[in-house]
Every structure is written in structure tokens, then in C-alpha cells.
């Protein structure tokens, strides 16, 4: 794709477009219980099947590189969307649509938090619920180690040990950790076989 | 300045997570638990169960509740807003490049080796959370023998929901409400 069809890429949007994007990307943050692999389905339905503001491929194509880069994955989404539907204006205005609803709601539950957890009540559920959630996030780990445990690959299976060491019995800076793997990774793990 | 202070440092997981949000769990609590001692991990898991429940990606949903914590509604904009900075410029450049070249080869390398380095930092987070829901400690156990058994009870039950295929929120509920009937047996201490 040479740079002139990049830039025709978007067109001049109105008021009215940015009106739209705001308004339909905030709802659908608003209300999505359950982080980007839910959200990702929605603003699909919004952008490609409702207003036809991008196409099929193109939001599969953005979606990819939305779920492998660092960050949320929902504003992820926002930020490669919205650069694809208006420029870095659109970017703008998905991305502050998506951040602002769970922005107003958690701030609002943070303040009644200081509030509810003087009840025994609430203590209770709250201990019983961190036992659910350490299991939310032990099965998670479950599954990750099962599909990588699948693969039967060396390096994969090395870098899970030598990391998990790192953290937990040497104490090491999570980011060195990550830092390290990620150039093992651009070195010897750029073929397709580790994808 | 604590509104720096928390931009800087929500910046940097931004930066590092590689994975949605079970991988920012992590980098947040390296920080904001192991390094600054903002939260206590009770809190944090509580803020991370919290999260679960409430729409939006748990990763703003955490960055939300411990600025607000920590510095009111300035300190969770300053979180928020530096938890989205590194995406920000990083897709805009992404896009960019994808749109112009069509791949990202080179980069496509460095997330395979990431990949497995999130498998591992997922599974040491479990393990400060379940020190935290059996022995009730921040850390590793100093004594084992503290355990609760209510607790082995509850996790247990959920793990097998969720093996399962039990809604993630239903499993929640239950676990609150099952934390509750033991709480008020006497069974699970608070």
C-alpha cells in the first residue's frame, strides 16, 4: 500500500462522525463485563457491520496486532481502530470513550470501598471471593502451562522455568525478566513454528 | 509527587504487559504492592476481584481503584492515563508501519519469547494468591500449620467450576457467598 492510498485511507470526518464513535464506543465500554476478548466482538459489530466505517479484514488484521502489542487489550483495539477509522483524532476519541466509563465507575466504587470494608458482612464475602479469585487466576495459569506443555518445545519450556525461578526465588525485576525473554525471542524464536 | 510517581510507574506496566489483563496483575502488584507498599495484597486481590465484576478491562478497572486509593480522583486520571501512553504511541507507530509494509516480522519474534515469560509470571502471581486466601499473609507462610481449611474449601470448589466451565462471575458470587455461610459458622476467620 504506497503512502498516497494510506493517507486517502481517511477521509475528512465531520462532527458528527466523532459524535458517533465517541458515544457508541462509551456505551459499549460501559456496559462489557469481562475485558478485551469480549469487547473486541462489539465494537466489531459497532464500526464494521453497523456504520461500515472499516472492513471485516481490516479489523482482523488491527485486532491481531491490537492483542500482541503491551497494553490492554480493549484499548489496544481503541487506539488501532480509531487510527484506522480518522487518524490520530479518531485514535483519540476511541481511546478516551473506552477509559472514561470504567475511570468513573471504579472511582466511585474505590471511594464506598473505605466504607463497606468496616463491615464483618462484607469482609466475609470479600474473604470468600478472594479464594475465588485466586482460583480465577490459578486455572488461568492452568490452561497457559497446559497449551505451552502441548507445544513440547524447548526453548518455550526453558524460558517458563528460568522466569518463574527469576521471580520467585531470586526476587527479580519482573521487567528485566520480561526485557530478556522478549530479546531471546526477537533472536531465536522468529520462526513460525513459535508463533 | 505522587501523581508523577503513579503515572511513571503505571506507564511502565503498560509498557511490559504482553498478554490482556491476567498479564498486568503481575507488574501491578510488583509495584504497587511488593515496591511502594500502596496497597496491601489483601487489597490488591480485593481490587482484582472487584475488577472481575465491574465492565471495563481489568487492567484500567485496577489502575482506577489504586490511584483513587492512593491520591483521589487525580491520582487514578494520572494512573490511567500513564497505563495507556506506551499503547498509545506503540499502535499509532504499529498501525502505521502494518498499514505501510504489511508485517511486523521482527516483532513477532520478541512476543513468541514473551509469550512463555507470561505463563511463568501468571503462575508466581497464584502463588502470592494463595498464600494470601489459605495462610491469610502477604508473603510465604512463616507457618504452615496456619492454613484454613474453609479456605482449601472454597478455592478448591472454584478451581473445579471453573475446570468446568462455570461462568466466571457466577463463580465469584459463590465464593462470596459461600465465604459468608463459613464466616458466620465461625470457620473462616477475617
Not at chain 1, 475485558?35 to 462489539?42: E, F, M, S, T
Not at chain 1, 533472536?187 to 508463533?195: D, E, G, P
Request: glycine share 10%; aromatic share 12%; proline share 4%.
Amino acid at each position: 500500500m504506497s503512502e498516497e492510498e494510506f493517507v486517502l485511507e481517511h477521509p475528512q470526518r465531520d462532527a458528527h462522525f466523532f459524535w458517533i464513535l465517541f458515544k457508541s464506543t462509551f456505551i459499549i465500554s460501559a456496559f462489557t463485563v469481562g475485558g478485551g476478548y469480549v469487547i473486541i466482538p462489539l465494537l466489531k459489530a459497532k464500526y464494521v457491520d453497523e456504520y461500515h466505517w472499516i472492513t471485516d479484514k481490516d479489523t482482523l488484521d488491527m485486532v491481531a496486532i491490537a492483542q500482541a502489542m503491551p497494553g490492554v487489550v480493549a484499548c489496544n483495539s481503541a487506539i488501532i481502530l480509531g487510527y484506522r477509522m480518522a487518524g490520530i483524532l479518531g485514535t483519540l476519541t476511541a481511546l478516551l470513550a473506552t477509559v472514561l466509563p470504567p475511570l468513573i465507575t471504579l472511582s466511585i466504587i474505590a471511594y464506598c470501598y473505605d466504607f463497606f470494608i468496616q463491615s464483618t458482612i462484607i469482609k466475609m464475602i470479600l474473604r470468600g471471593m478472594q479464594c475465588g479469585a485466586t482460583a480465577l487466576i490459578v486455572n488461568v495459569g492452568i490452561d497457559m502451562l497446559v497449551k505451552q506443555c502441548k507445544r513440547k518445545q524447548l526453548l518455550p519450556a526453558l524460558i517458563i522455568i528460568a522466569t518463574f525461578i527469576g521471580s520467585v526465588v531470586f526476587d527479580l525485576n519482573i521487567m528485566y525478566l520480561i526485557l530478556i525473554d522478549g530479546i531471546i525471542g526477537l533472536f531465536f524464536m522468529r520462526a513460525a513454528k513459535y508463533n | 509527587m505522587i501523581y508523577l510517581l503513579l503515572f511513571w510507574e503505571f506507564c511502565k506496566v503498560g509498557a511490559f504487559c504482553v498478554g490482556g489483563g491476567y498479564a498486568s496483575m503481575p507488574l501491578i502488584q510488583a509495584s504497587v504492592v511488593d515496591t511502594y507498599h500502596w496497597l496491601s495484597m489483601s487489597e490488591f486481590v480485593n481490587i482484582f476481584t472487584i475488577s472481575q465484576m465491574t465492565p471495563g478491562p481489568i487492567g484500567i478497572n485496577a489502575a482506577t481503584f489504586v490511584g483513587t486509593k492512593i491520591a483521589g480522583v487525580g491520582g487514578a486520571i494520572a494512573a490511567t492515563v500513564g497505563f495507556v501512553t506506551p499503547s498509545f504511541f506503540l499502535g499509532i507507530i504499529l498501525a502505521y508501519v502494518f498499514l505501510k509494509y504489511g508485517n511486523i516480522g521482527p516483532i513477532r519474534g520478541a512476543l513468541n519469547g514473551l509469550r512463555p515469560a507470561v505463563v511463568s509470571l501468571i503462575c508466581a502471581a497464584s502463588l502470592s494468591f494463595i498464600w494470601l486466601a489459605i495462610w491469610n499473609v502477604d508473603d510465604i507462610p512463616t507457618d504452615w500449620s496456619t492454613y484454613s481449611l474453609a479456605a482449601v474449601f472454597i478455592l478448591a470448589g472454584s478451581v473445579f467450576c471453573l475446570r468446568r466451565k462455570v461462568g466466571v462471575i457466577t463463580v465469584l458470587v459463590g465464593s462470596g457467598v459461600a465465604g459468608l455461610a463459613l464466616g458466620l459458622l465461625g470457620l473462616l476467620p477475617v
